[in-house]
């Protein structure tokens, strides 16, 4: 079920008024009932999977909590493994399979391995992390396992944020599942109005710019470098819109009820360098990354050689999380490279100290653009179908001439429309970050100019949100 269809606005209605009208010790059931839904929405078969894993970790937590030493050790490395399990052989087993052939290939041998054909859960990634996480906390002594067998699966099912995030810790969401929220209009109007915000990214701005970086992408030998550096720019803000406007529909609509999830980005392309970038930009992944993967192998508290390796191989990984394909490892590596090269130039150059005040604007704004160039480099492998097709695209936009005509498939006029729509994107985002609704005439205003500047200004086709891929 798609967050940008008629089909989940109705679900929605429907659920959110079900829930205020149900005493509290029945609303687990009628949100697990709904998630459960909402998932099977999709691919019926594939809720098998997350009830195989939620059985699974249930269990490994108690068992975690009740014992000590390596039994304690060994029920979360199996809960580990399940999890990893399901994700190698759904998401990465052909990849791997693949790579093996080519090197058959090469030694003029088969690979007896078969090929799976299989379709990818959607949203394992998030719903397969979000349920480690849980193991790992109760593993740390950070969270206590959750008995109610029912609350631990709403946990992991919760639909607003069960197939793209953002990924939640135990500490923050399950006790929520035991709060009695009441029904609270303000914070209904603020739920609704990030809601409306989410759904103006999405169809608005998203799927408007995916209509000229799918052409030009899609049609690469016969695009030239000033339509390629259009449709990267464009892509840039596309994939920002698309997945913080699924987050924003997520929080909203979580909040709606009165579940408060975190926040998953903060204007990630004001940027200065590209580490305040993943301190802004998918902020529950990259902490996750941060807790689970970085601070374990030694955090900042190792020699400068091993740091800079632990902060290629996250990346890396990464990037491995978000695609079986070369093209997201590179694009991993490519932010690890960035991160190593501003650590190894911070400790041998000290930039001068700049006392003007306009030198010091002048340099921030030059930090900033600096930054979107290189993060908007890194998404064309991130977009690209595969490697060959990525370096055509840096050749041609490096043999860029400004004899070049824009081969698109929007006119002169949609075009400047949608670089009016970053821009009024940024300026939001920047000065008014949560939109105020204390006044129920400014939110009337407010929620019905975006519900119809969104049916006026969209584009309706029902585009899948790009990281329910992943």
């Known amino acids: 079920m798609l967050f940008n269809s008629l089909q989940f606005i109705l679900f929605f209605i429907i659920v959110s008024i079900a829930y205020f009208n149900l005493k509290h010790k029945y609303r687990w059931m009628l949100l697990l009932f709904a998630s459960s839904y909402f998932y099977m929405a999709f691919v019926p078969i594939y809720i098998l999977i997350l009830g195989c894993t939620i059985v699974v970790d249930y269990f490994a937590g108690i068992l975690i909590e009740k014992t000590s030493g390596k039994r304690r050790k060994m029920f979360l490395i199996l809960s580990l493994c ?74 992991v099912m919760f639909y607003p944020q069960l197939v793209a995030g953002p990924i939640e810790r135990p500490q923050n969401l399950i006790h929520q599942f035991y709060t009695n929220h009441k029904y609270d209009f303000e914070r209904i109007k603020k739920g609704l109005l990030q809601m409306a915000w989410g759904f103006f990214k999405k169809i608005v701005i998203a799927d408007r710019l995916a209509q000229i970086v799918d052409y030009s992408y899609t049609n690469v030998p016969s695009q030239n470098g000033l339509s390629l550096i259009l449709a990267t720019v464009f892509y840039s803000f596309q994939i920002y819109c698309d997945f913080s406007g699924y987050s924003d529909i997520a929080i909203g609509s979580a909040r709606v009820m009165g579940f ?65 394909n070369w093209t997201f490892i590179i694009w991993g590596a490519l932010h690890g490279f960035y991160l190593i090269f501003a650590i190894i130039k911070n400790k041998h150059i000290n930039p001068p100290s700049v006392k003007s005040k306009f030198l010091r604007i002048l340099n921030k704004y030059i930090q900033v653009i600096t930054t979107f160039v290189l993060i908007s480099f890194a998404w064309i492998f991130f977009r690209s179908v595969n490697v060959k097709s990525a370096w055509e695209i840096i050749l041609k936009i490096f043999s860029v001439s400004f004899r070049d005509s824009l081969l698109t498939p929007l006119n002169k006029l949609e075009i400047a429309f949608s670089f009016f729509l970053i821009i009024f994107l940024i300026f939001k985002e920047k000065y008014f970050f949560e939109l105020n609704s204390k006044s129920n005439v400014k939110f009337i205003f407010v929620f019905l100019g975006l519900i119809l500047c969104t049916f006026i200004f969209g584009v309706f086709n029902q585009n899948q949100f790009i990281y329910f891929q992943f």
Request: proline share 4%.
């Open 260 to 324: 408060k999830l975190m926040n998953n980005f903060r204007t990630p392309y004001l940027a200065k360098n590209v580490s305040e970038f993943w301190q802004r930009w998918h902020i529950s992944l990259s902490t996750w990354f941060k807790d689970y993967l970085y601070i374990p192998l030694g955090g900042n508290r190792v020699s400068l050689p091993k740091l800079c390796f632990n902060l290629f191989l996250v990346f890396v990984i990464s990037g491995l999380w978000h695609g079986a």
């Open 82 to 155: 399940v999890n990893i399990g399901f994700l190698m052989v759904f998401k990465y087993y052909n990849f791997i399979n693949n790579n093996i052939s080519q090197i058959f290939g090469i030694l003029n041998k088969t690979n007896p391995l078969p090929y799976l054909s299989i379709l990818l859960p959607i949203g394992l990634s998030f719903h397969t992390f979000q349920a480690m996480s849980y193991t790992i906390e109760v593993y740390r002594g950070n969270q206590k396992s959750e008995r109610h067998f029912g609350i631990y699966a709403l946990y």
